[in-house]
């Protein structure tokens, strides 16, 4: 948010944005078409970023997912790690029922919890591991620092940080190309689901600020899209990820 030139303008505006995105987007009517939509839009590309770091969670045993959609990462993550337990949190009631069904006979490790990501409160036992894909988008910076500082503390020491985006390089590629995508996206999904947000949020200064550390990346598609492994352990959580 830019700085106003008087403080009183800057708390008038930072009122009005608080209001309008207090909302939570409404993506039940989403639910059944999510994955068709996905895969009409970016072929299997937004699948491989949601799994680009998947043979590395089989040691964590604790989990919450925000926003996870239809479920698909969810219920990959619970057969590959027979031994994780997972929260999944979304605000959309028909998305959490799609996740159940694909998590299917994993079920039993599975609690579902239909709640705004910015008002949830974890529990007292702590996550290994947080995982957010193409949910960020959903948020403005400041939400996003909030929701960094409350899972650093829910978070042990050695939890990873799961994270897939959408993202605007720098260069001709990002003005030209990945620029309007993200463009015509939010304004799509605004239209669908009554999503108030319409630019990235700086999650990596977020998650810097809340004392998480990039560990790795990988970008696909002339780094419109992210994949990234954030560690609560960072040493230095400024420093960028290694690609």
């Not at 985006?165 to 720098?170: L, R, S």
Request: glycine share 6%.
């Amino acid at each position: 948010m830019r700085v106003a030139a008087h403080s009183v303008a800057h708390s008038e505006k930072a009122q009005s944005d608080s209001k309008r995105n207090t909302q939570a987007a409404n993506f039940n009517r989403l639910a059944r078409l999510y994955r068709w939509m996905e895969y009409a839009s970016f072929g299997p590309w937004l699948w491989w970023c949601r799994r680009a770091f998947l043979d590395e969670l089989c040691e964590c045993r604790r989990g919450v997912v925000l926003g996870d959609g239809d479920g698909r990462f969810t219920a990959r993550l619970l057969a590959a790690n027979p031994q994780i337990e997972i929260d999944a949190v979304d605000a959309s009631e028909a998305m959490l029922r799609a996740l159940v069904e694909r998590a299917a006979k994993h079920t039993g490790r599975v609690r579902t919890v239909c709640a705004d990501a910015r008002a949830w409160r974890p529990d007292a036992r702590p996550y290994d591991l947080i995982v957010t894909h193409f949910f960020l988008d959903c948020l403005t910076t400041e939400e996003v620092r909030a929701l960094a500082v409350k899972l650093h503390a829910a978070a042990d020491k050695e939890a990873r940080w799961v994270v897939s985006e959408f993202a605007e390089p720098e260069g001709w590629f990002g003005r030209f190309v990945a620029r309007p995508v993200v463009w015509m996206l939010y304004h799509a999904f605004g239209l669908l689901t009554g999503l108030q947000v319409r630019e990235l949020p700086d999650y990596r200064a977020a998650f810097g600020a809340a004392g998480f550390g990039c560990v790795k990346k990988r970008a696909w598609l002339g780094g419109l899209l992210v994949s990234e492994l954030w560690s609560g352990c960072s040493k230095d959580p400024s420093r960028g990820c290694d690609i």
